[in-house]
């Protein structure tokens, strides 16, 4: 059986989307990259990510702040999740002749989902929850650091598009920095409106 990993990143922001990814590991991958992304420095993060891109298959997804304020942000990371598996399912075939592989082999029902958490994400396969399944398994480290290393990138992004909130450095987390910017300056264009302040 072959796993995937699904995981997410910005469940708590009062801005930005919230972002997700996953995941499925080659035999010969260097798990001793790997960790939680919460655990590990942004140097080895994005040494992390380097190696995922490269050797993993691997989808990643983004849902906005207005979808999370219309469907909640649980739901919106779900649906960040399915994204996500869709956006690797169609990169699977030409992963697999890439790295010599028979794509057949990879077929949905030879693929399990584990998620990090207490949900699962709609797909096609057998999927379950495991809470901290980010510090458990590596498929679900490696989903985790692609969807943190992606959301902070964007964020960084975000800080010049509305310089004054301080995205580069808190990310849109309720920090009190970022919540005296929003009092000060009002909501910026990606704050979600549905969070409490």
């Keep these: 059986m072959i796993l995937v ?3 997410e990143a910005g469940r708590g922001p009062l801005a930005g989307p919230v972002a997700a990814a996953a995941v499925i590991l080659p ?4 798990f001793e990259l790997l960790n939680d992304s ?3 420095s942004e140097k080895k993060r994005l040494a992390a990510e380097e190696a995922i891109k490269e050797k993993a ?5 983004f849902v906005d702040h207005k979808t999370i304020d219309k469907m909640n942000i649980l739901r919106a990371s779900l649906y960040a999740m399915k994204l996500a598996f869709d956006d690797l399912l169609s990169k699977k075939d030409e992963w697999a002749r890439k790295n010599g592989l028979n794509a057949a082999d990879y077929s949905l029902e030879k693929i399990e989902g584990i998620s990090d ?10 999927c379950q929850a495991v809470v ?3 510090a458990k398994y590596h498929e679900v480290m490696a989903a985790s650091i692609l969807a943190k290393t992606a959301r902070d990138r964007f964020m960084v992004q975000m800080d010049q598009k509305y ?7 808190h990310k849109g987390y309720p920090t009190a920095a ?6 000060e300056l009002g909501p910026s264009p990606i704050q979600r409106l549905s969070f409490s302040y």
């Design 132 to 134: 901290k399944a980010d």
């Design 163 to 169: 310089p004054g909130y301080g995205y580069a450095k």
């Design 5 to 7: 990993g699904f995981d």
């Design 117 to 126: 958490g207490t949900f699962v994400p709609e797909v096609e396969i057998k």
């Design 57 to 61: 298959l691997w989808g990643i997804s």
């Design 27 to 30: 035999k010969d991958f260097p």
């Design 178 to 183: 970022h919540k005296a910017a929003c009092r």
């Design 38 to 40: 919460k655990k590990l």
